[in-house]
């Protein structure tokens, strides 16, 4: 059984007991369950729901393993060649790692 759910704006494939690393949640603290409610499809052994948009009572219970987990460093660099012209930005996404504890549909 997976679920695809929508969390702060990415879709995301859901299974019991899969890690997922999505975009910083605030206010999460290290033990504790959210629950995402926008469930857009959910595949139970071939038995498909598609919502419309999202599949009424449906939830992902999650629960958070590390509030802040950062990414990889990005470096973007921007040159234009004889005209003096270069610039170095970069930057540091951060993340949340949650596990999925259930899938209810």
Request: proline share 2%; charged share 30%; net charge positive.
């Amino acid at each position: 059984m997976y679920a695809i759910v929508e969390i702060n704006g990415q879709q995301f494939k859901a299974e019991e007991g899969k890690k997922l690393f999505v975009h910083h949640i605030k206010d999460a603290e290290a033990g504790k369950t959210v629950e995402f409610d926008k469930v857009l499809l959910i595949d139970n052994n071939g038995a498909v729901k598609v919502g419309a948009p999202t599949v009424s009572g449906a939830k992902v219970v999650v629960e958070i393993v590390n509030p802040l987990v950062k990414g990889d460093k990005v470096i973007v660099f921007k040159m234009k060649r004889r005209k003096d012209y270069r610039v170095k930005n970069g930057h540091r996404a951060q993340f949340t790692e949650v596990t999925i504890k259930s899938i209810n549909a």
